[in-house]
């Protein structure tokens, strides 16, 4: 009986039927980890570009307004169609959205937030002692803002009429209530601020979202300031008194 038993102990000791079975039992989720976790790493950084491709082609879109060929401005004017065109443009620059909406069961101008405004910097000194940084010689006004694409009018991520907009260090993160302190100066900008938040696809239950925040600041090109045309005007933008 014990000789039998430690016969059988033996076998069972040198058998190595079933190891590479239990070696993959213990290696796979490890590995499954970092190839779902690779993917998500090459989507995010691909995320991060898009909304970058999609701030800087929309601001150079509306920064390359012109004035009107009758000559009553010398103001480069944008209208509804030149927003709605831009924003739509996005899609075509960023077609993750389509996905990402239909992942949300949302259209996929829901899955993105782009606003838009005009920024002029009105002296508050008649000279300035430091040419290096103008800040504190000029005050920032919202000419024209766009009135939500994406959040109520009540929302935070576009500059309403009559902000305060603080300087601050080139290298903080965009804010609607902010200006780097390097564009304060005799001129005028146009804002671009896009917000797009990225859910991973695999493990979204146990992974946070993570904003993605891009902000443009670019002078109009043809003209001292980009001003917005009121005509036929859907609620898209909103032009400051």
């Not at 996929?108 to 504190?136: G, M």
Request: glycine share 6%; net charge neutral; aromatic share 8%.
């Amino acid at each position: 009986m014990r000789a039998a038993l430690a016969t059988r102990i033996r076998r069972f000791r040198s058998a190595d039927d079933g190891i590479a079975a239990v070696e993959l039992a213990l290696v796979l989720p490890v590995l499954l980890t970092l190839l779902l976790g690779g993917i998500q790493v090459v989507a995010y950084v691909n995320a991060v570009r898009k909304v970058e491709l999609v701030v800087r082609s929309i601001s150079q879109m509306i920064s390359q307004a012109v004035p009107p060929s009758n000559g009553s401005t010398t103001s480069g004017l944008v209208a509804k169609g030149d927003l709605h065109f831009s924003y739509d443009a996005a899609l075509v620059l960023f077609p993750y959205l389509m996905s990402e909406g239909k992942r949300q069961n949302k259209e996929w101008w829901e899955v993105i937030t782009i606003n838009y405004a005009s920024i002029r910097f009105k002296p508050n000194t008649a000279t300035c002692p430091d040419l290096s940084d103008q800040s504190a010689c000029y005050s920032a006004e919202v000419v024209w803002t766009s009135s939500g694409t994406t959040q109520p009018t009540s929302g935070d991520l576009y500059r309403r009429c009559g902000a305060e907009l603080t300087p601050v260090e080139n290298t903080a993160a965009p804010s609607p209530t902010t200006l780097p302190r390097s564009l304060y100066g005799p001129a005028t900008m146009v804002v671009i601020d896009v917000v797009f938040t990225f859910t991973p696809t695999f493990g979204a239950r146990y992974l946070p979202s993570l904003p993605i925040a891009r902000s443009a600041y670019v002078q109009p090109r043809h003209v001292p300031l980009i001003d917005y045309d009121l005509t036929g005007n859907d609620g898209i933008a909103t032009k400051c008194s």
